[in-house]
């Protein structure tokens, strides 16, 4: 059984850094593209960023551009969300999604991906 089980959200002020973790299990997603996502109460859950299965090309959405990176460690089957220079706009939960294709095209779709976890809250303060 496949799961993907994200840590690292908390409460944080603005201007301040969380790095969040997705940890895969029942699969290796060495191969696949991997990316993190987010959902604000009352709005539409939106892409944040994304990383193909080799880790060579990255995407971003544009609200998170400079600030956010996102990496992985295949050798943990994890990818990772660094966070910096928080703002209260970044407050949501952060779902991590796995794909089962390598690099498809539409990173920054949900469709994209057949699985996600929980998610995990991040709350910034101003």
């Known amino acids: 059984q496949v799961q993907l089980v994200e840590s690292g959200g908390g409460l944080v002020q603005a201007g301040g850094s969380l790095k969040l973790s997705c940890a895969a299990s029942?699969?290796?997603?060495?191969?696949?593209?991997m990316g993190w996502f987010r959902q604000a109460p009352g709005k539409e859950r939106e892409f944040v960023a994304a990383i193909s299965g080799g880790g060579g090309t990255t995407n971003y959405a544009d609200s998170v551009k400079g600030r956010f990176t996102i990496s992985r460690d295949n050798a943990k089957n994890t990818v990772y969300l660094q966070m910096n220079t928080l703002k209260p706009g970044d407050t949501a939960v952060y779902f991590c999604?796995?794909?089962?294709?390598?690099?498809?095209?539409?990173?920054?779709?949900?469709?994209?991906?057949?699985?996600w976890g929980q998610g995990t809250q991040v709350t910034v303060s101003s």
């Open positions: 999604a796995a794909s089962i294709y390598s690099y498809p095209s539409t990173l920054y779709l949900g469709r994209t991906y057949n699985y």
């Open positions: 029942g699969r290796t997603f060495s191969s696949n593209a």
